[in-house]
């Protein structure tokens, strides 16, 4: 459904005069002073509630910070209001927060606090959130070089063949440690003491039928071996309760951002599949409509077909091994996991045989894919299909009766979906609060609209049901999957002339995908020029951590790695 | 009933283990000396209609790896490997995500850049097996390669290749890769036959306009005189005097009484660059001493002369 931002800034301006100051492409620009009252018209009177996105950009003149806002009502469903707050002042930036209107925008508006070092004020925690505290600089700023700093852009001038070209040193030669890295000006690495993230507050003593008990802080992770990757939470406990969760991220940060800023836009393909490298090939999916998108670029029709292929396998083996990976979080050690384990060998078998590698696949191209597969492959993908088919009627037969399974699931974690949109959720955890939320189907991309399958949905957000939602969607992605075997078409695998180094026309876009966990964006900012301007990364799983701490507060302390490993996190995108 | 799920459960977990033993075999084979581990057996398993056991006995055993497979780049030559097969472009070094490659490019001795590499380098510590720079090189010179058992001690010094641990035959690639070889090679020899079929065709055509144009040429003329060998004017090779005798000079007599505006001007209809480099000036004066038959003045003079310029 198209939406008329030009009735909307209209509306807007209307409500409160003055409040849009200006028009860029298809981004509303909204006064800093009216930000929160807009923000909270649009959610309120014209329905817009669910905040997906939020960042920024660092431009010569200015920063930006924005939003990108979309409903969940079925008949605004689709294309949301994009808008943006100007911000003048790069020395001392600040605006208004919209964490009392979103409370998911707690951590994305700490990750532009930590990359940008805009301050958002009325923030209940305006913490460094993917750095230390303590940190100098904000690295997204295009003023801050990293270590090993070369050039703005690759390709570096030293890569150029040249006969003066002297025999290059490794890496460590080459750049010293100490170069470019920049301390706090009072910084001693011996007397350092890190900040904590939560005060024990020693006076919470508690009398429970007169057994005093402390709250007490506990530490889960960093090195655990349930917390998905390497994350830490702070969990505030009275006996078993818990009664706060403090997420601690970064400890796999790499500045994916920065790299994506330094790269082509070519370069930025195998770095995708970095993030989630549990789905890899919905990574790269995400990242060439985007930048397809902005390019205004045609896809071979066979291509299509096969990048549906490979993200659909993708969704369903990531399913599979999501409730894999549940059981072993609630005791069940290994048996289901490695049932699971059997299924993804399969898959990744064919996307070996496909791309050239299991995980690190780079297999997306700009208007194509990068191999054509032959009809054995398809014919064993069919294959696949049924078998994983056949998988799954045995992991509902194993498991969804199982009374320990219910026991341990039911009612815990639950969630209405009101609650869910606030925190931004999105994915099968969204749906399984009973809210049939797909991008797939409410702005349709690739080819999708063209196949027949439904969004399951399930009504109270537990974990038993999202186990449920998990299992009923790999059902459909394998619908899906037998649609696409029958349809696939013969012909080119490639739409237009493949370059290595294609430029893409200057403007902004955020184009989001249904990525198995949930909705992957990428916002991309291009200056005409063949590297991008600014490439952000809208994490499904680092905005659903956001409410894990709503979701566990009130359960025991055993269910708390249950409910990470229900939102099926993967650190590799949250730290980026 | 209570438990029910549970034992549900657990039926599926007792039938996936009674099928790792009798799935690839039959009981009556429990106690055959063929190993548990049997490559036969191994296969029936890991199917995709497969059951039970799925593992395998790493490193005894070990999985075929598919013919796409990629790990770390290597260079391709032809015959030798003082030949590779890159002519030092440097796209590779340029598409490169994480810029591990460096190309120091060949010199000859008046220090002329060459199209071929002096150096190559690949810092394996940073490469992230992405494959763009097999993928986007225009000379099929460097490929994949599915060595992947590269364990070191020092990173530093080992894992940082130069040409020398870089190059590999093309036999080798065409043994990794059959199907992309036998690909490329069909597309290179489809290539090379268009350009031996489109010369030959120019060939044709530049023999039947000078037959044609000769022809004519015979039928102005009543009585054509016998051509000379007009290549003994030093500075005419075959090719001007074949256009030459296109334009109707056959004998020395003829080209000693042709202007020099007009010999230019036959060459620069001919080829531009041709009437660039050519200094037709001295050819009547040669010509005439040819045509009375001054053989060793003719001789004497062209010993001064430079390729026909005084």
Known sequence: MAIDLAAIEAQVNTAFPGAVVDRDGEWLVVDKARLKEVATYLRDEMGFDYLTHLSATDYPDRLEVVYNLYSTRPDLQGPGIPFKVRLADKENPHLPTVTDIWPGANFQEREVWDMFGIRFDGHPNLKRILLWEGFEGHPLRKDWHEPYYEQEHKPFKSRWPRPDNPRPRSAEERVRWRRNVRYPPDFDPENWEPIPEIEIDQADKIDINGLKTDRILLN????HPSTHGVFRMVVGLQGETITSVYPVVGHLHRNHEKIGERNLWTGNIPYTERLDYISPMYNNFGYVVAVEKMMGREVAERAEYLRIIMGELTRAINHILAVGFLFNELGAMMTPMLYAFTER???LDLFEEASGARMMVNYYRFGGVARDVSDDWLKRCRKVVDRLERKIDEFEYMLTDNEIFIARTRGVAAMTWQEMIGYGVSGPVLRSAGLAYDIRKVEPYSIYDSFDFEIPTHETGDLYDRYRQRIAEARQSLKILHQALDRIPKGSIQAGKKAWNPTVPAGEAYVRVEHPKGELGFYLVSDGGTNPYRYHVRSPCFVNLGALEAMSVGHLLADAIVILGSLDTTMGEVDR | MYGLGLLKGLRVTMRHFIESYTYDRSPLKW???????????LEKRQAIEGKGLFTIQYPEQQRKITENFRFLPMLVYDESPDKPRCVACGICARVCPPQCIWIRRATDNRGRPQARPAGFWIDFTICMSCGFCAEFCPFDAIKMNQEVKLATTDRDQDMFYDMDRLLVSAEYYAQLHPTDYAREE???????????????????????????????????QAAPAKPDDLTRI????????????????????????????????????????LARITDPTTWPRQAKLAAKGQWDALAKWQERLKGGRE
Request: aromatic letters at 4%; proline letters at 3%; a positive charge.
């Open chain 2, 186 to 220: 069909e597309a290179r020899r489809a290539k090379e036959e268009a350009a031996c079929r489109a010369a030959a065709e120019k060939k044709a055509a530049a023999e039947a306009k000078k037959a044609a144009a000769a022809k004519k040429k015979a039928e102005a």
């Open chain 2, 234 to 273: 030093e500075g005419i090779g075959p090719k001007i005097a074949g256009l030459l005798a296109a334009a109707g000079i056959t004998t020395f007599a003829q080209l000693a009484e042709t202007g020099v505006e007009r010999i230019t001007q036959i060459l620069r209809e001919a080829d531009p660059r």
């Open chain 1, 220 to 223: 889960i992770g960093p090195q």
């Open chain 2, 31 to 41: 106690f055959s000396l063929k190993g548990r581990y049997d490559q036969e057996w």
């Open chain 1, 345 to 347: 060998e399969h898959v």
